[in-house]
């Protein structure tokens, strides 16, 4: 659309598909949460209904496990490859976790953000800052947290996928990822989960609908104003 709505000539796409269909630039929506809150569940939701939005494919140098699929779940490679993609400033950020190195590619996350598509990332407190040094404008963080401290125990029990280690460990930990929800831009309770799935396409709606995102406005409104 960004190319008709910018044509002189071309009044008609204008009227056609009106203001709703411009060009965007895409953004970069970071949801983070204590672990139990439900952002993998609103993730999930998110993907399944918005065909604008993708997931972040990290880069590592860990083995695929079964089932993993090169380019969904990972993109894999040896360590050799990511040392030359450190070195070349590939990545938006990386970090070793148990011995293998994984990483934030920029380049095709740049693509989408040009093409209007959007990327979503499930990452912690730390990436989120990474992420926002690096791509700020393009950056929005949303924080999802838990209706009450009993409820994610609740939560974290139910999902039947941690020993009681485990649990603990998580809740231990939730404390301090509560600590940063100042740092988002957005932060949402999770309570009802349609309801809290619908606050988040609210979010992403309005900041689609952003003026510096529409990028296809420049022409329609020189149109508009034409003589
Ligand atoms: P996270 O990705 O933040 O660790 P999950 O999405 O895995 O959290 O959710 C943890 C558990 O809580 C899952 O079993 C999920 O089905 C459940 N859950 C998520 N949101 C809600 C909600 N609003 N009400 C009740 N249970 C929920
Ligand atoms: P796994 O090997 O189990 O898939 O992931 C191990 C850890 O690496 C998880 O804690 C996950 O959050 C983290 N991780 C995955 N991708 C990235 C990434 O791109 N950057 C950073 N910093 N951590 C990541």
Redesign the pocket.
């Known amino acids: 659309m960004a190319d008709s709505a910018r044509s002189s000539s071309d009044h008609h796409a204008l009227g056609v598909h009106g203001p709703d269909a411009l060009h965007r630039r895409g953004l970069m929506l970071i949801l983070s ?10 993730a999930r939701r998110l993907l399944e209904h918005d065909a604008e939005i993708a997931m972040s494919v990290s880069v590592t140098t860990r083995s695929p496990r079964p089932g993993e699929v090169e380019g969904k779940d990972y993109h894999f490679v040896d360590r050799a490859e990511f040392d030359r993609m450190v070195e070349d400033n590939e990545f938006y950020e990386w970090a070793e976790v148990f011995g293998h190195c994984y990483g934030t590619p920029k380049a095709q996350i740049r693509a989408r953000l040009k093409e209007g598509l959007d990327t979503l990332f ?1 990452i912690d407190w730390q990436g989120t800052q990474q992420l926002y040094q690096k791509a700020e404008a393009d950056v929005v963080r949303v924080f ?1 947290l838990p209706p009450s401290i009993e409820e994610l125990r609740r ?2 029990t ?2 039947g996928t941690d020993s009681a280690e485990v649990i603990a460990a998580r809740m231990a930990r939730a404390q301090a990822e509560i600590s940063h929800w100042d740092g988002y831009d957005y932060v949402v309770v ?4 349609d309801a ?1 799935y619908g606050q988040i396409c609210q979010i992403l709606a309005a900041e689609r609908l952003k003026r510096a995102r529409q990028t296809g406005l420049i022409g329609f409104v020189r149109e508009l104003t034409r003589g």
């Open positions: 949460s204590p672990s139990g809150a439900g952002k993998t569940t609103i499930d999802i939560r974290l139910g999902r999770n309570d009802n989960v809290c």
